[in-house]
């Protein structure tokens, strides 16, 4: 597998991943009362407990803080549910692997996609949220498809690495949760860029990817602004992570169906 036909492979086995994601995401939502409203409400429920600890409690935040926060928590919950889930996305289908050969990309691939399709019901929800809080639309909103591709590079890079090291290190996924929630106080999810920022950790801030495009995010559907300068580390970085994930592919894959 290559980065020049890494899309040719998905585009030819297109049928195989649309299985894949409405068979998980059948799975996740049959047994569920609200079904895949739930995608909505998590990010919903976790912004009203950092609200009553911010707001409320802290008496800290602003006219915008909910806003902002729900904003935050959407694109970061759809980062993390991607990472969580690619770890298992190919020790977890070991039948599947042994019984159709096929490249076993679209395994990490299938799991990103899901999460970005939640990520999609959540978008609907922040309309009527922009028009609650008066929130001035500019046209930098249509600077949303490009953070979108940023992220989803980014993270289906991560994830290609990710899905790899499930498979050999079984404690991986564990040892992640610890790690993104470390991430989560880095990012700008309960406050905004340099707020209350200790100097130093500075540099931490500014190496983390995520700290421009949570900020470009915030900037394009809550300010009004362009988005942050900082993202073209973000398009670097997320290059990177693709790159570093598809040459651990090229190497390992044919290796999979006997080790997993």
């Not at 803080?65 to 990472?83: D, I």
């Not at 999810?189 to 495009?213: C, D, T």
Request: charged content about 15%.
């Amino acid at each position: 597998m290559s980065a020049k036909n890494l899309p040719k492979q998905l585009w030819c086995h297109r049928e195989l991943i649309r299985f894949l994601v409405y068979g998980d995401f059948k799975s996740i939502y049959k047994t569920k009362t609200f079904g895949f409203i739930w995608s909505v409400l998590d990010p919903l429920l976790m912004m009203g407990v950092y609200f009553l600890l911010v707001s409320v409690i802290f008496k800290r935040g602003g006219p915008y803080f909910p806003l902002l926060l729900f904003c935050a928590l959407l694109f970061w919950k759809c980062f993390t549910s991607s990472l969580s889930d690619s770890v298992t996305s190919i020790s977890g289908r070991a039948q599947l692997i042994k019984a159709i050969n096929f490249p076993k990309v679209v395994l990490p691939f299938s799991k990103v996609l899901l999460n970005f399709l939640e990520l999609g019901f959540g978008l609907l929800v922040i309309i009527p949220f922009l028009f609650l809080f008066r929130v001035n639309i500019t046209w930098n909103i249509l600077w949303l498809p490009f953070l979108l591709l940023v992220q989803f590079l980014f993270t289906f890079g991560l994830a290609l690495s990710f899905s790899l090291t499930g498979v050999y290190f079984r404690d991986f996924q564990n040892i992640l949760q610890y790690f993104l929630r470390i991430w989560f106080y880095l990012s700008p999810v309960l406050y905004s860029a340099g707020e209350r920022f200790p100097k130093s950790l500075k540099p931490l801030y500014m190496l983390n990817p995520f700290s421009s495009l949570l900020e470009s995010y915030k900037n394009i559907f809550v300010w009004g602004r362009g988005i942050s300068a900082f993202v073209l580390w973000a398009v670097f970085v997320s290059m990177a992570a693709l790159f570093i994930g598809i040459k651990m592919f090229r190497h390992y894959e044919e290796k999979i169906a006997k080790d997993v």
